[in-house]
Nanobody, 127 residues
């Protein structure tokens, strides 16, 4: 599985940005997908996760109410819509695929639950 994330950039506080992550493979619809972010010296932080069909979503504390994760299984793509961005959202954002877990396990909430990672896309929010 290869993942390619894109859509990052420099925005101002209060702006919106949509990240995309394109996945290879014919079984994308069987993967739990997640978004994480990381800043220097810190561990990767869970941002959002979405179940295989898209029927279940979950958000990290920092993303609740502002970010929306979605997926298009026909396009092998997962999205992260980020609204009301804040300077503290500045980070490298990674998409990841969990090809083995079930949604009910909750393992997808931690970075080690994912087998495949994209290269990351930098989001910078200026004040």
């Amino acid at each position: 599985v290869q993942l390619q994330a894109f859509g990052g950039g420099l925005v101002q506080a209060g702006d919106s940005l949509r990240l995309s992550c394109a996945a290879s493979g014919r079984t994308f619809s069987s993967y739990i997908m997640g978004w994480f972010r990381q800043t220097p010296g810190k561990e990767r932080e869970f941002v959002a996760g979405i179940s295989q069909s898209g029927g279940h979503t979950s958000y990290g504390k920092s993303a609740k109410g502002r970010f929306t994760i979605s997926r298009d299984n026909a396009k092998n793509t997962v999205y992260l819509q980020m609204d009301s961005l804040k300077p503290e959202d500045t980070a490298v954002y990674y998409c990841a695929a969990d090809t083995t877990s079930t949604w009910i396990s909750g393992i997808w909430q931690i970075a080690s639950g994912y087998e495949y990672w994209g290269q990351g896309t930098l989001v910078t929010v200026s004040s």
